[in-house]
């Protein structure tokens, strides 16, 4: 009797634990060559989707149209694992300046204007009533991750931008350290800031240093003085310092020049300029380093060289048996993304990732969950669309495209065909 009492709780128990070793979310994540372990040692890939947070308002996306619970529910259904939920540092710089977080009330009105600011803003207390005119932005951001946490997801948070707006061009003042609104201080505040206050979350598992690092195009000096792998160098390596003394449970995930899409000499340790080299065996937090990559080549016509170019880019370095691979670390496509339409993920790009990435167990977060976006380059309610060269484009010229999974609405997917037919079984093969 006492025997089998003492029993059953504990049989349950190491059911829901599955290893009887650790619980989800199985953190803290580390590093070992090439793969990302979870805090039992197992193998992890991320499989997920950007959820936006940097733009005007400083609040994630979509909750004028939807309530946090059905959007991460539906990520859910979806099989992914993770989310990409980015931030601008704008939002903690108003923190310290103002002494405390911005109301949403006030971040809706100072984005979309009195009328209509005041009206998106109603519309999210309706769709989320665990809001009130209490609420502030942060607070946004703790209750996405309480949620995703709730379902079983993990939070990987992504300075996007400094300025809060929509990203990215080289004139847009947010490019590169330095850059007119790039403040390099506010820049290391704001991610210690983040990585301190993430902490309690308890499913942030990863967090970048910065999005998209661009040549500054609206300064020229800058470019010639500063735009390069030695200034990158010096940069990243103070910032995730910082990051690692501020929460050292995180993984860091390092992005390359020209927009993220390419990272070729920290696999190859090849010099970055001034003699200096990447060598991850000098960070005491070696095993926290993570890559990450963009690329949206929507007008591939050849698998093989779509492969090709990434590995050139950095994605050599999950290939330990390559002799030119100097530092093997693990590598995440941390955007990517086609149109979301009845015969694009039927393309030579969308058909090569869904099958390179999970052949390398590379991990992946999707562009973009988001239909629409409450302000955009200046236009209100902004159906989510990209400019972008595409395979099933005439002339292969540049078209606006629709990368978000779901509709202006976020009632549902845009295209269940390609949702059915590319994603979910992408997914599947990642995490299979
Ligand atoms: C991770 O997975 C790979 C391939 O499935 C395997 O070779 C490797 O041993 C695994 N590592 C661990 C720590 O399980
Ligand atoms: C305010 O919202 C309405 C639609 O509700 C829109 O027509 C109008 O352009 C918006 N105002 C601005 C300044 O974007
Ligand atoms: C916030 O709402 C409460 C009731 O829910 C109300 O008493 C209070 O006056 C409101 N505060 C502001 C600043 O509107
Ligand atoms: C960066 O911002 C700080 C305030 O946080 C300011 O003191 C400093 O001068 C700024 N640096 C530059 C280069 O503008
Ligand atoms: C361009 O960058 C340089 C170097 O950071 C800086 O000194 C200068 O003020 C910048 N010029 C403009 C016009 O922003
Ligand atoms: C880099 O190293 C080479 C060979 O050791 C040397 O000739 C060169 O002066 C060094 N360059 C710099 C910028 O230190
Ligand atoms: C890399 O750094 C480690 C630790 O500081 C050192 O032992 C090793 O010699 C370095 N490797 C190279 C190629 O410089
Ligand atoms: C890894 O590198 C080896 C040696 O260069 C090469 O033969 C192999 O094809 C590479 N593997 C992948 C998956 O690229
Ligand atoms: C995609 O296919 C569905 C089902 O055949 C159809 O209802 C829908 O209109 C198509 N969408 C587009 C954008 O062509």
Known sequence: MLFSQLLSPLIVLLALTGSGLCAWPNGPFSTSGRWILDGSGANITYAGANWPGAADTMIPEGLQYSSIENIVTKIKSLGMNVIRLTYAIEMIDDIYESGSDTLLETSFINALGESNGTAVYNTVLRQNPQFNNGTTRLEVFDAIAAECYKQQIWVHLDNHVS???????????????????????NWQRGLQYMATHGESWGNLMSMSLRNEPRSPGDNSTLVSESYNWGDWYTNVVTASGLINQANPDVLIFFSGLSYDTYITPIPTGESLGDNQTFNKSSFTYEDKIVLE????????????????????????????SDPSVVNVLPMVLTEWGYSQDNTTYQGVYATCLQDYLPSLHAGWMIWVIAGSYYIRSGTQDYDETWGMSVQFNPGNGIANVPLGLLNHDWSGWRSPAAIENGIVPMVQATLG
């Open 163 to 185: 300025k809060a707006q929509w990203c990215c061009s080289e004139g847009d003042g947010n490019s590169w350290f330095g850059d007119t609104y790039f403040n390099i201080s």
């Open 293 to 320: 990559l963009h690329n949206y080549a929507t007008s591939a016509t050849s698998c093989s060289d779509l492969e090709n170019t990434l590995y050139v880019d950095g994605f050599s370095s999950l290939n330990s």
